[in-house]
């Protein structure tokens, strides 16, 4: 009966708080949509179509009918969503005095409201600077053999007992003990068993509606951020005292860097920040790359050209290997692997892994004729963008010379988008690139493969993952295995 008075109240504020908004907002000139429910929106409307992978067309409809500046309501706040470059110039490359990467309040509830796709100033520049430093060129190269060991181990276990491996979930694996161990220097596989559960669960909450009442997927995520913090305190106490004691690098991990920070930076560094960003950063670093992961396989499997040319590609590299006297996998390698990333790029731009983001108006501004209130959110779309036929000509034509680097036409700034853009694009692109094109040699040169289900299809929940978990069923190839 208490649930059900606090539901109602809840109901009531949002409803006055719905009609002091359009009091607020009598006298703008507001884009043309639809604000939906009151508290809810649209958001029904617009998770219903991401779960069946159909948000481009969502947001497609309302282009059609309102234009390319629209107004809904997504995720608890009213938002104006903008299609095109200019937009995303508009959104991506304004300053902080306009606009802020204000996530939804889930995301940033769920992550921590000092995560850094919302902090700005100083506190930005130091936690950016503590986590890019183990995204540059010079970190991964040191880490080349570890991630190499790492996912090759994860393999050969997979497949100890049984040929079927499930690509979604072995990709979210791989890519959570990549974060876990090379990133944060997490090491105890018990202990990332746990933190892989949780984190599984908080994500989910990140694309749902912020009601925080037990039983809903929000208050699952809450409190699996919760058991995510009470094992992450005691690590964070244990590297603080061997940096102290000078019996740890701060160089070591992301972690242990982050804590340096602080310790130098004590009235501006909070290790509420350093939770916040750990939980941002394992959220963010394995699953789009999982998505990828998957979604190459789900190619090859499907296009036996792109195969072929993977395939050719990292036998070449391969066999150069195998001359060698330590058979390591080195950054040279990874550099020649260039037609595989082309796959991965386009891949990107006909399913972006993220859809696309908000971020939030911190002062009254005006864009396309239309005024966008403070408080407010404005959102871009990546798909939308990458479908615009006057960048990319046949784009729902899957064709990787797109991203040849001699091309005479280069892609204008702001139209691909799948890392974001501006000053807070995303830091781990090199990282996800770097760990995408290990994992895909290891696969290619390991085994040959087939779908279990072939005409299995992509569905966003919220993210672009095939429906049935694309489970494939491997066979160890042989070294002096060539292309018939």
């Not at 990333?341 to 009254?364: H, T």
């Not at 779908?451 to 978990?469: A, C, D, F, K």
Request: charged share 20%.
């Amino acid at each position: 009966m208490s649930i059900l008075i606090l539901i109602l109240v809840t109901l009531v504020f949002a409803c006055l708080v719905f009609k002091l908004y359009k009091k607020n907002t009598t006298n703008k000139n507001l884009p043309k949509g639809s604000l939906g429910y009151p508290l809810i929106g649209e958001t029904f409307s617009f998770l219903q179509a991401q779960k069946k992978d159909q948000g481009p067309e969502w947001i497609s409809q309302r282009v059609k009918k309102y234009g390319t500046v629209f107004k809904t309501s997504l995720m608890g706040a009213p938002t104006v969503v903008i299609v095109g470059q200019s937009g995303n110039k508009f959104i991506l490359g304004s300053g902080e005095d306009v606009l802020v990467a204000k996530q939804p309040k889930t995301l940033s509830t769920i992550a921590g409201k000092y995560n850094i796709f919302e902090l700005t100033g100083s506190r930005y520049q130091l936690i950016k600077g503590a986590l890019s430093t183990f995204m540059k060129p010079t970190s991964l190269q040191s880490n080349i053999k570890h991630i190499d060991e790492l996912i090759t181990g994860l393999f050969l276990e997979s497949t100890r007992k049984t040929d079927i491996i499930p690509t979604v979930d072995f990709m979210k694996r791989l890519t959570f003990n990549i974060a876990s161990s090379v990133l944060f220097g997490i090491q105890n596989e018990l202990l990332i068993d746990e933190f892989c559960h949780d984190f599984a669960t908080a994500f989910k909450a990140v694309w749902s509606l912020p009601i925080n009442f037990p039983g809903t997927t929000y208050w699952h995520g809450m409190q699996a951020r919760s058991r995510i913090i009470d094992r992450l305190m005691p690590i964070i106490r244990e590297k603080k005292e061997d940096l102290s004691e000078g019996r740890l690098n701060p160089a070591s991990d992301v972690l242990s860097s982050l804590i340096a920070v602080k310790m130098q930076n004590e009235n501006v560094i909070t290790e509420e920040m350093i939770v916040d960003n750990f939980v941002t950063m394992m959220i963010a670093g394995h699953d789009t790359s999982a998505i990828l992961m998957s979604l190459m396989v789900w190619k090859m499997s499907k296009d036996p050209k792109i195969y072929c040319n993977v395939f050719e590609e990292q036998m070449e590299i391969q066999r150069d290997i195998e001359g060698r006297e330590d058979h390591n996998l080195t950054w040279d390698d990874i550099q020649r692997m260039k037609y595989t990333w082309r796959v991965a790029q386009e891949l990107m731009r006909i399913i972006p892994p993220v859809f696309g983001s908000f971020r939030k108006v911190v002062n009254d501004t005006t864009f396309g004729g239309f005024d966008i209130p403070k408080g407010w959110q404005v959102f871009w779309s990546a798909y939308n963008t990458h479908m615009d036929n006057d960048i990319f000509e046949n784009p729902k034509e899957f064709d990787p010379s797109r991203f040849e680097t001699n091309l005479s036409k280069p892609i204008p700034p702001y139209m691909y988008i799948p890392f974001g853009g501006g000053q807070h694009s995303c830091i781990g692109n090199e990282f996800a690139r770097v760990e995408t094109l290990v994992t895909m040699h290891k696969l290619v040169t390991m085994y040959e493969w087939s779908l279990i289900h072939p005409n299995e299809v992509i569905t966003r929940q919220p993210m672009p993952y095939p429906s049935m978990g694309l489970p494939i069923k491997v066979t160890p190839r042989s070294s002096a295995t060539t292309i018939n």
